[in-house]
């Protein structure tokens, strides 16, 4: 239906999944399997769902799995928010990506 590089939605989820890639190798080694794990998954689900939308054959199904791309945007924002809370990275690093995370929200 869609070429899925072509969308700029899915190229934005796409930087916005390197960012947070990047962000999380300064997360403590104790949240590897439990924070660390739940922004990865996230972080990824963004554009695979976007992508994988792009590939269904109808205009419905595509914007369900934009929505579903729009719900693992939420949530990746509460876990970036959850970062800053708990000191866990400055803030400073973490704000530039959670405003990344609002632009493909509005997107949607």
Known sequence: MHKVE???????????????????????????????????RSAISIPSNIAEGSGRNSRKEFKHFLSVANGSAYELQTQLLLVIELNLINKDKVQPIIELCIEIQKMN
Do not use: C, H, M
């Open 6 to 40: 072509d969308l700029k939605i899915w190229q934005k989820s796409i930087n916005l999944a390197k960012a947070v890639y990047l962000l999380i190798s300064e997360l403590p080694s104790g949240e590897k399997f439990g924070l660390t794990s739940q922004i990865k």
